[in-house]
Every structure is written in C-alpha cells, then in structure tokens.
C-alpha cells in the first residue's frame, strides 16, 4: 500500500497563476483533510470532506476550493495564488478515529 | 478560541539522556489528545490518549494525560539520534457533524540529540 501520496512534491507560481493539488489514498478512508503548515504555527486544515461527493470549510478557507469526486481522491485549487499561500501542504486521511494518516507535503513558493 | 501550546519549542540534548516534552490544551468538546513525531516530511502517529492517568507505553516512548489539569506530557527515555524530529500534540475536537475530527495542532517542539 502507498498510503497517502500527494502530486506534486514541490512547485513554484507566480501571483494570479492558478494550480491544483492532488491527494489520493489507497486505505478506503472515508475522511480526508487538506492542512497547510507555516513557520512557528501548527498545522491549520484548511477544508475537508466527511466521504465522496462531499466538503466542508476548515479554519483557513479563503483562498481555496477543493473537489472530492471519488473517494480515494481529494484536490485542493488555487484559483488565483498569492504569497500569502506559500506554505507546505499536507493530505490526510482516516477512518473514524482521531488517528489520521499524513502524506509527504507539497512545498508550494508563490512569488 | 481552541489552542494547544507545547514547551519548550526547541531542546537539545545528548544521546542517552531522558526528555519530557509538555503539552497544554484548551480544546472545545475535546475527546483526544495525540501525540505526531514529524521528521522530515508527514507527520506519523505515535499516541492517543482519551483517558486521564493511564500511561500509554511504545519502546522508549510514553505519555500521559491529565483531563483535569489540561495537560500531557511525552517521554522519551535513553533517546538516541533517530529520536531527533518535531514532536506534535494535538487535540482531537468533536463536532455535531458526521465523522468530522477535527484536529487542533501545537506548534511543535523541535527535538535535537547529539551524539
């Protein structure tokens, strides 16, 4: 099993340019999780979806939007990036418990 | 507002000594509380703790909660340098909604042993 995996590693956009992030898990979750990690913070979840079809607004929404068309799938977009979105973005997932499983992270610069 | 705040937020330390690694929370309908070791990529889970005073043990590491005083705590004995890592807690949040745990990281304590 791959777990948790996220494409792509790392990536740098201008102001205004627009991207998408991709999660995908192979564990049958029916929970998964879009976190951003900044310096000297804790991760904050920026969405999350409670199964397939489904999402729902985290504590630092604004900015983002995300799908979850099939549910080993979870995208997180960007419409239109600002610097303030440079950060290190993790996918998880889970089952139920507050035990949740974390991908490697997508470094993302926006200049 | 929710928060978790971890003490200290940096240590180093000399292979083979004994660390403890703080943790207060203030969590609204808190049920957990977790314990992540992040290395150099995603966060992995070592701990879960739902019960005051009931120590929860893997190899070199053990925590503990107390639900009374809002506070837990992380050892690691005889630490070695894989041990070096940020180490996260993280309260577990109940909501109304079906299935959603959320979670309410801490800062982190950044953890350095030196051979």
């Known amino acids: 099993n791959a777990g948790v995996t996220q494409t792509p590693k790392f990536r740098v956009l201008k102001t205004g340019q627009s991207m998408t992030l991709l999660c995908a898990q192979d564990?049958?979750?029916?929970?998964m999780y879009w976190y951003r990690q900044d310096p000297g913070m804790g991760l904050r979840l920026i969405h999350y979806?409670?199964?397939?079809?489904?999402?729902a607004k985290g504590e630092v929404p604004d900015g983002y939007n995300v799908s979850r068309l099939k549910k080993q799938n979870f995208l997180l977009g960007l419409e239109s990036a600002a610097p303030s979105q440079t950060s290190v973005y993790f996918c998880?997932?889970?089952?139920?418990?507050?035990?949740?499983?974390f991908g490697p992270g997508t470094r993302l610069t926006v200049t | 507002e929710d928060k978790v705040v971890q003490s200290p937020l940096s240590l180093v330390v000399h292979e083979g000594d004994t660390v403890t690694l703080n943790c207060s929370y203030e969590?609204?309908?808190?049920?957990?509380l977790l314990w992540y070791k992040q290395e150099k990529k995603a966060p992995t889970f070592l701990f879960m703790l739902?019960?005051?005073?009931i120590e929860k043990k893997s190899g070199r590491l053990s925590s503990i909660l107390d639900k009374k005083e809002l506070f837990s705590i992380l050892n690691i004995t005889a630490t070695q340098t894989g041990d070096s890592a940020v180490y996260l807690c993280?309260?577990?949040?109940?909501?109304?909604?079906?299935?959603?745990?959320?979670?309410?990281f801490g800062q982190g304590t950044r953890l350095t042993i030196n051979p």
């Open positions: 998880a997932s889970g089952q139920g418990s507050y035990e949740q499983y």
């Open positions: 564990m049958n979750h029916e929970y």
């Open positions: 739902t019960s005051s005073g």
């Open positions: 993280v309260g577990g949040r109940g909501t109304i909604k079906k299935g959603a745990q959320k979670l309410v």
């Open positions: 979806s409670v199964g397939e079809g489904t999402t």
């Open positions: 969590v609204t309908n808190f049920r957990s």
